[in-house]
T-cell receptor, first 117, second 114 residues
């Protein structure tokens, strides 16, 4: 059962335009979400996060929007740059053993973003 | 501050062998988590260690095990390797203070089982 889903495996965008990466989740207990960026041969790098008490969080060119009723979040990159080309993962923390203890991230399948010059 | 380091970076083993991977977390980070990344299954949680104790475990067979030392360094072990264990194994560390969800990943160990 995939609790975090990224339905678009890839996205191609022209440099300077907006990139919108989407993520859906099924577990209503998730109350915090993170976006990671991953280049080939490197580990994922934390990008931006959002708590469920907010519906938007912005950091420079990156903005994450959360729609709790739709169980949907999106990452907007404006303007997109060729260096943004990477795989983007959304993730939610959860714990299998006890209430809110531990660090376990459930990841979506990732979206490969290609920004063309 | 040095990042998360993982050794070795690349490894080739044959079926039936066992392997040990090592992870050194960021200084001051007490929680170490391990993830497996494969093309078909994506990034999947293996287990998490905190203060030398396994605190969470993902849905992997008992052939996958780990441990954490008093200096927070961690190792994971896979016994009786199968072809399907070929993957990128990622280690992540975090402060584990309160509800700190940010995890910092190492570059990974690429394991190939032949």
């Amino acid at each position: 059962d995939q609790q975090v889903k990224q339905n678009s495996p890839s996205l191609s965008v022209q440099e300077g335009r907006i990139s919108i990466l989407n993520c859906d989740y099924t577990n209503s207990m998730f109350d915090y979400f993170l976006w990671y960026k991953k280049y080939p041969a490197e580990g994922p790098t934390f990008l931006i996060s959002i708590s469920s008490i907010k519906d938007k969080n912005e950091d420079g060119r990156f903005t994450v929007f959360l729609n709790k009723s739709a169980k949907h979040l999106s990452l907007h990159i404006v303007p997109s740059q060729p260096g943004d080309s990477a795989v983007y993962f959304c993730a939610a923390p959860s714990s299998l053993m006890n209430n809110n203890a531990g660090n376990m991230l459930t990841f979506g399948g990732g979206t490969r973003l290609m920004v063309k010059p | 501050k040095a990042g998360v380091t993982q050794t070795p970076r690349y490894l080739i083993k044959t079926r039936g062998q066992q392997v040990t991977l090592s992870c050194s977390p960021i200084s001051g980070h007490r929680s170490v988590s391990w993830y497996q990344q494969t093309p078909g299954q994506g990034l999947q949680f293996l287990f998490e260690y905190f203060s030398e104790t396994q605190r969470n475990k993902g849905n992997f067979p008992g052939r996958f095990s780990g441990r954490q030392f008093s200096n927070s360094r961690s190792e994971m072990n896979v016994s009786t390797l199968e072809l399907g264990d070929s993957a990128l194994y990622l280690c992540a560390s975090s402060l584990a203070r309160g509800r700190s969800y940010e995890q910092y990943f190492g570059p990974g160990t690429r394991l190939t089982v032949t």
